[in-house]
């Protein structure tokens, strides 16, 4: 009976702690285990990867200060390059020109243009060129808005017959006052607003932007443009949240298990348990508990 007893006992603390190993390692790995936590600003969209773009659009101008008094609201057309100089931060290339409707040198000379030197030949065609760049102050899932500033020079080219703009405007209508408007290369500087609409598949969004640009010799000009960019040079299309882990919170990767292993490497196996030892005949007894 004790040698029973003695046996049962052994049998005992092997199958308690086999349970133990058991359970160990799927509490000890749920308890180790981080937590995915998902993070909008880790997964921008994708649009941000791409690299160059190119923009078209058109809309107004108005030309203030003294030629603004003749000439009216005009159309303006913008042509930009560009390319991605950092993840909020781009670059660009871009020609400008707006047409303006203006009124007839000889109403000018009526109301003495000559005396403020603000003549000019009536319709007009600006022409800008410069560089740009624009850093990205809003980004969201659905508009991405840029504070932009640019730099360049511009041209108000002749379009009048130049022995008739000679003879008949300067020498007579404007009592041979030339105007320099139409002689001088007018270097000019600008800030904007510039708004990207949408992330759409193909790389194509429509956009609006606001600009005022000062230009020597002919004095501020504010334009109002829309029209549509595109981008190229990565995948297109908004990327969905992705989980990330965060050590700040506690959270780090579990281990990971060696190939041979069948237990987690931070789990310790104790040695093999020994069955106490009683008298002379407990060996012989071990194996009595498969009839037991």
């Given at each position: 009976m004790?040698?029973?007893?003695?046996?049962?006992?052994?049998?005992?603390?092997?199958?308690?702690v086999?349970?133990?190993?058991?359970?160990?390692?799927?509490?000890?790995?749920?308890?180790?285990?981080?937590?995915?936590?998902?993070?909008?600003?880790?997964?921008?969209?994708?649009?941000?990867?791409?690299?160059?773009?190119?923009t078209?659009?058109?809309?107004?101008?108005?030309?203030m200060?003294?030629?603004?008094?003749?000439?009216?609201?005009?159309?303006?057309?913008?042509?930009?390059?560009?390319?991605?100089?950092?993840?909020?931060?781009?670059?660009?290339l871009?020609?400008d020109?707006a047409?303006?409707?203006?009124?007839?040198?000889?109403?000018?000379?009526?109301?003495?243009?000559?005396?403020?030197?603000?003549?000019?030949?009536?319709?007009?065609?600006?022409?800008?060129?410069?560089l740009?760049?624009?850093?990205?102050?809003?980004?969201?899932?659905?508009?991405?808005?840029?504070?932009?500033?640019?730099?360049?020079?511009?041209?108000?080219?002749l379009?009048?017959?130049?022995?008739?703009?000679?003879?008949?405007?300067?020498?007579?209508?404007?009592?041979?006052?030339?105007p320099?408007?139409?002689?001088?290369i007018?270097?000019?500087?600008?800030?904007?607003?510039?708004?990207?609409?949408?992330?759409?598949?193909?790389?194509?969004?429509?956009?609006?932007a606001?600009?005022?640009?000062y230009?020597?010799?002919?004095?501020?000009?504010?334009?109002?443009?829309?029209?549509?960019?595109?981008?190229?040079?990565?995948?297109?299309?908004?990327?969905a949240?992705?989980?990330y882990?965060?050590?700040?919170?506690?959270?780090?990767?579990?281990p990971?298990p060696?190939?041979?292993?069948?237990?987690?490497?931070?789990?310790?196996?104790p040695?093999?348990?020994?069955?106490?030892?009683?008298?002379?005949?407990?060996?012989e007894?071990?194996?009595?508990?498969?009839?037991?």
């Amino acid at each position: 009976m004790g040698r029973l007893c003695k046996s049962r006992t052994g049998l005992f603390i092997q199958g308690a702690v086999a349970l133990a190993l058991s359970l160990h390692s799927p509490v000890s790995a749920a308890a180790d285990e981080p937590v995915a936590v998902f993070n909008d600003r880790a997964a921008p969209k994708a649009g941000n990867s791409k690299k160059t773009f190119v923009t078209t659009g058109t809309g107004v101008s108005k030309m203030m200060g003294s030629y603004g008094q003749w000439l009216d609201l005009g159309q303006a057309f913008r042509m930009e390059i560009g390319r991605s100089l950092a993840n909020a931060m781009d670059a660009f290339l871009f020609v400008d020109s707006a047409v303006h409707n203006g009124s007839d040198y000889e109403e000018q000379a009526m109301q003495m243009c000559f005396a403020s030197d603000s003549c000019i030949q009536g319709d007009t065609r600006f022409h800008k060129v410069g560089l740009g760049s624009r850093v990205k102050v809003v980004d969201a899932s659905t508009i991405d808005v840029y504070g932009r500033a640019s730099a360049g020079v511009g041209v108000a080219p002749l379009l009048m017959n130049e022995k008739f703009y000679a003879e008949e405007v300067v020498g007579e209508a404007w009592v041979t006052n030339a105007p320099s408007v139409h002689d001088e290369i007018h270097p000019f500087a600008g800030v904007g607003v510039y708004a990207e609409f949408g992330d759409f598949g193909s790389g194509v969004a429509p956009y609006l932007a606001l600009d005022a640009i000062y230009s020597v010799g002919l004095g501020l000009s504010p334009e109002l443009l829309v029209g549509f960019s595109y981008r190229f040079g990565g995948s297109a299309g908004s990327a969905a949240p992705i989980p990330y882990l965060t050590e700040e919170a506690g959270q780090v990767p579990p281990p990971q298990p060696s190939e041979d292993a069948d237990v987690p490497e931070d789990v310790e196996v104790p040695e093999d348990v020994e069955v106490p030892e009683g008298d002379e005949t407990d060996a012989e007894d071990s194996d009595d508990w498969r009839d037991w």
